[in-house]
């Protein structure tokens, strides 16, 4: 069997070639480069009611309405990089533009669109769809301009996009006619998409209810909220103003579809003078994370964020501090942050908006109340998602829009752990951290750098992750949005890191820091002092013996110092997470000198009682080995029997253990569909003359048994995970032959030209025979390797090589020295899941 032996050598080097290519990949494969991307470009600022056609309506310092006449045309651009030289296609089906050119690499292709690709009216299908397609993978960043209104988005690979989506956008007045709005793209036909709108739609599609549309390949589905929506009822039941905010509408999908939401128009905050125009392109819901940092414009004063939740009961914390429970759905807006970074914490994953205020000042609702906002004079509102921690990435490359303005002023927030400043490259050079100060997020690890750069392409670098944001100002203009992230699934990791203790000395006390804010960490539970002798724990100014802190919260801090008179002092300080991990720190007090050390307790991680289960399709080519079987099914051959076989595709069920082991059950049932043919030659052969060659040839004749042996198998065994992509299996396995029947025939194997008299063939029919001599059951054993690769968080695609020895005869009722053995070279191909 040396040809099986090579054909599985060939196959196991081919594994571990995907193996060892896997491993040399960076952690986060899903980025924002991709080789297709679906966008578009939507109405910007531009009023279309039907009596004042042509007219943009703004808010003026007081803010009173006010209507200019709008002269200006859309400016729709493209800026595509990508780190080799590419060819690319950029395709509008609906204008029926087509446009092949070359990005080089290293450097950034601006690219004008058409300005009759802008997605005009709301609750139709429009072919308006830009489709970008390319050789190698690049990077796209959109900018949509009409004449002050500005905005900027980072598209998104075909790879990134998914299922689900809920928008973000801003409300305005109900006066104004320029509205929140938001588009849909679908990437495949027959697209089932449903949309559940958070108000009342320009369609009077009604709020909370979920509509459906069918969608095609490159087909845009625009939605606009209702300026007038109708009255809501507040918590004491009297009627409410509803501003309309498509802000948490959510979005449904059969099959991955692109989604960009945003404003005509807006106001940030409300009423604040003057608008701009605000777009995004959404990350799916699976792609959102629980940990973002928030850093101040540059030349800004404040500035507004918001959150949206996917899961019920989601806590949010700013800077530590719990601000507010959301539920599905559900938006908090924080508009007056002031000056300060922010880390936001959620305890499930949230999507996060940060966005530039207006550019006087003026009043704006705060939760409830009045307050002044301050205005720059510089800069009007812009948006742009915040990337989550866990998705930073290492390498960033840019190019910073230009416009018809002169006096645009062009900035990048570069969002780094305090441990990474130093490995910073922008442009191959390391960041002047002296003109460049990196400021300090709260109690984070994060610092925050502003940075103001000149107009061009550039790159920026780390050693470890880090977040990169772009965005401008004019006196009357501003974009901005985020250079990249990662958009891995982000699955539910076992938090088994206790919390971390971080000691800061000060005169005569210490501060301590109390950590659980990494990437797959709970949150804190519980924080106390287990004993003390002559030291004390200080809160806000309050000596405690446990803290008083909402479960969830990532940091907590306390100062500790020695109670008056004291010289010589202990403290033990307990503090628990979410998931069960535990850490003390141990304080020693002498002589106005602390030691300290922490010891820690990790919760152990339980073993995952989940299954696997899934189907497969089996290709197989069948070997075998005859030796002196002279009768079968009462049929005689002196010369002996030799058997071939062929089976089209089989199908298998699979059942496996799951869990955290390497080693895993297997248990498996098949149906084998075989078509096994017996010859046996005759032995005597006389001459005859064939006329068709003018010859004399020898005749010879054979004795043929065909029977279909459906053959139904039950294997178990163990497999061994080396990788997530590879594993190792054996099985045992015992496979059942209902049937045995077979049709019997002569056929006449030479000449080929001669045929029965009977049946005017090469062919003589014998009747049906029973395969007796054929055992009923096979025992074999089995081993095979498998790739497998997990493209959801419950699917796997499994390919598998696998050699099968029966270990038994297949004959048995014929003298000692007949044997016949079998086995098979198998292909399988299939799917499985996990519940």
Not at 160 to 168: C, K, N, S, T, V
Not at 495 to 501: E, I, K, Q
Not at 769 to 775: F, N
Request: hydrophobic letters at 40%; aromatic letters at 10%; proline letters at 5%.
């Amino acid at each position: 069997m040396l040809h099986i032996s090579r054909i599985l050598l060939v196959f196991f080097l081919f594994a571990q070639g995907i193996l060892y290519a896997q491993q040399s990949t960076k952690r986060i494969s899903k980025t924002s480069e991709g080789t297709e991307f679906w966008l578009c470009f939507q109405e910007n600022s531009w009023h279309h009611s039907a009596n004042r056609v042509g007219k943009m309506k703004l808010t003026d310092a007081r803010g009173g309405d006010v209507y200019i006449e709008d002269r200006s045309t859309p400016n729709f651009e493209l800026f595509i990089s990508s780190d080799i030289t590419t060819k690319i296609r950029i395709e509008i089906e609906g204008i029926r533009y087509k446009l092949d050119t070359t990005v080089v690499g290293g450097t950034v292709r601006r690219i004008s669109i058409p300005a009759a690709a802008e997605v005009t009216g709301d609750g139709t299908l429009q072919p308006n769809a830009v489709r970008i397609t390319s050789k190698s993978p690049i990077s796209v960043t959109c900018l949509n301009e009409r004449g002050s209104s500005t905005d900027s988005y980072l598209a998104l690979p075909s790879t990134a996009l998914g299922l689900e989506y809920y928008a973000m956008s801003y409300h305005s007045t109900p006066t104004n006619d320029l509205v929140s709005h938001m588009a849909i793209i679908a990437t495949q036909d027959s697209t089932l998409v449903y949309v559940t709108p958070s108000v009342m739609t320009s369609r009077n599609k009604p709020p909370k209810v979920a509509f459906p549309v069918i969608m095609n390949k490159g087909d845009v589905y625009q939605i606009a909220a209702l300026n007038f929506q109708p009255m809501g009822k507040a918590m004491n039941g009297s009627d409410t103003l509803i501003f309309p905010d498509l802000t948490g509408t959510r979005i449904q999908a059969s099959k991955p579809v692109a989604v960009f939401s945003g404003h005509q128009c807006a106001d940030v905050p409300l009423r604040v003078p003057f608008c701009n125009y605000l777009v995004e392109q959404l990350p799916p819901v699976h792609s959102w994370g629980k940990h973002f940092i928030l850093g101040q414009f540059a030349k800004r004063s404040s500035y507004v964020y918001r959150v949206i939740a996917s899961k019920p009961n989601t806590k949010i914390f700013e800077n530590s501090v719990f601000i507010r429970e959301l539920q599905s759905g559900e938006m908090y807006e924080n508009s007056s942050v002031g000056s300060k970074n922010i880390m936001l914490t959620a305890s499930e994953p949230v999507l996060v908006a940060q966005y530039s205020q207006g550019f006087l000042g003026g009043a704006g609702p705060v939760e409830g109340r009045v307050s002044r906002v301050r205005g720059d004079s510089i800069g009007d509102p812009m948006m742009l998602v915040v990337s989550p921690t866990q998705q930073f990435l290492t390498e960033y490359r840019f190019a910073t829009p230009k416009t018809s303005y002169t006096n645009w002023k062009h900035f990048v927030n570069i969002i780094v752990p305090s441990s990474s400043v130093e490995s910073l490259r922008f442009n191959g050079r390391v960041i002047d951290t002296m003109k460049y100060a990196p400021e300090f997020v709260g109690l984070s690890n994060y610092v925050a750098i502003k940075m103001d750069v000149p107009f061009g392409v550039h790159t920026v670098k780390a050693d470890i992750p880090f977040g990169l944001y772009s965005y401008g100002f004019a006196t009357n203009d501003a974009y901005g949005n985020m250079i990249g992230q990662g958009f891995e699934v982000l699955q539910e990791v076992v938090d088994t890191l206790p919390p971390s203790f971080e000691r800061r000395n000060l005169e005569n006390s210490i501060n301590v820091v109390i950590r659980d804010e990494r990437s797959e960490d709970k949150g804190l539970e519980r924080v106390r002092v287990l004993s003390s002798q002559g030291l004390l724990a200080i809160e806000k100014g309050v000596v405690i013996t446990e803290a008083m802190i909402m479960k969830g919260i990532p940091q907590y801090t306390l100062f500790v110092k020695p109670a008056a008179g004291v010289t010589k002092g202990m403290m033990e300080i307990e503090a628990r997470d979410i998931a069960g991990n535990i850490s003390t720190f141990i304080l020693q007090y002498e002589g106005a000198v602390f030691q300290s050390k922490v010891e820690q307790k990790p919760v152990a991680i339980p073993e995952k009682n989940n299954w696997e289960w899934g189907a497969y399709a089996i290709a197989s080519a069948q070997f075998h080995d005859v030796n002196s079987p002279r009768t079968i099914a009462m049929i005689d051959s002196p010369s002996g029997f030799q058997a071939e076989s062929s089976s089209p595709l089989g199908l298998g069920l699979h059942v496996g253990s799951g869990g955290m082991s390497n080693f895993k059950t297997m248990l498996r049932m098949e149906y084998l569909p075989y078509t096994v043919m017996l010859r046996g030659q005759d032995t005597n052969s006389v001459q005859v003359y064939d006329s068709l060659i003018n010859n004399y040839v020898p005749f010879r004749e054979s004795t043929v048994l065909q029977a279909d042996l459906p053959t139904i198998a039950i294997s178990g065994g163990f497999r061994w995970d080396m990788h997530e992509l590879l594993y190792l299996f054996a099985m045992g396995q015992a496979s059942f032959i209902p049937n045995k029947n077979a049709n019997a025939f002569r056929q006449i194997d030479s000449p080929l030209s001669f045929s029965y008299v009977e049946t005017g063939t090469r062919e003589l029919p014998l009747g049906e025979r029973t395969l007796d001599e054929i055992s009923s059951i096979w025992f074999s054993a089995n081993i095979g390797i498998g790739l497998q690769k997990q493209v959801s968080q419950t699917l796997t695609l499994f390919g598998e090589a696998q050699y099968q020895r029966v270990l038994n005869s297949i004959v048995s009722q014929v003298n000692n020295s007949a044997t016949w053995n079998f086995s098979s070279l198998r292909f399988n191909l299939g799917i499985k899941s996990t519940f």
